[in-house]
Nanobody, 126 residues
């Protein structure tokens, strides 16, 4: 059974930083791309970043480029999201997902991501 578990959320002041982690078990971790998604209150889910199986190709939403960095450690079966210069607009539940063989052109819509975590809440205070 595949399990995807996020951690690292919390309350941070605007301008601060936070690092999210995601572990995935029950599958061959480095067979798949992985992504971070978020859903703010009253808004639709949006793709934040996607990383291919080897970690050498990454994709990010324009809203987080230059501030967020996605990375992975295949030896530890762990995905990361380093978030810097946080703003209240980054407040959301952040989800980790995997299962797609690569980050497709529709990665932001979660295309191909078969396995999802339950999310971790990130709250940015002004």
């Amino acid at each position: 059974q595949v399990q995807v578990v996020e951690s690292g959320g919390g309350l941070v002041q605007a301008g601060g930083s936070l690092r999210l982690s995601c572990t995935a078990s029950g599958l061959t971790f480095d067979d798949y791309s992985m992504g971070w998604f978020r859903q703010a209150p009253g808004k639709e889910r949006e793709g934040v970043s996607c990383i291919n199986w080897s970690g050498d190709r990454t994709y990010s939403a324009d809203s987080v480029k230059g501030r967020f960095t996605i990375s992975r450690d295949n030896a530890k079966s762990t995905l990361y999201l380093q978030m810097n210069s946080l703003t209240p607009e980054d407040t959301a539940v952040y989800y980790c997902a995997t299962g797609a063989p690569y980050c497709s052109g529709s990665w932001r819509q979660g295309a191909g991501m078969r396995y999802w975590g339950k999310g971790t809440l990130v709250t940015i205070s002004s």
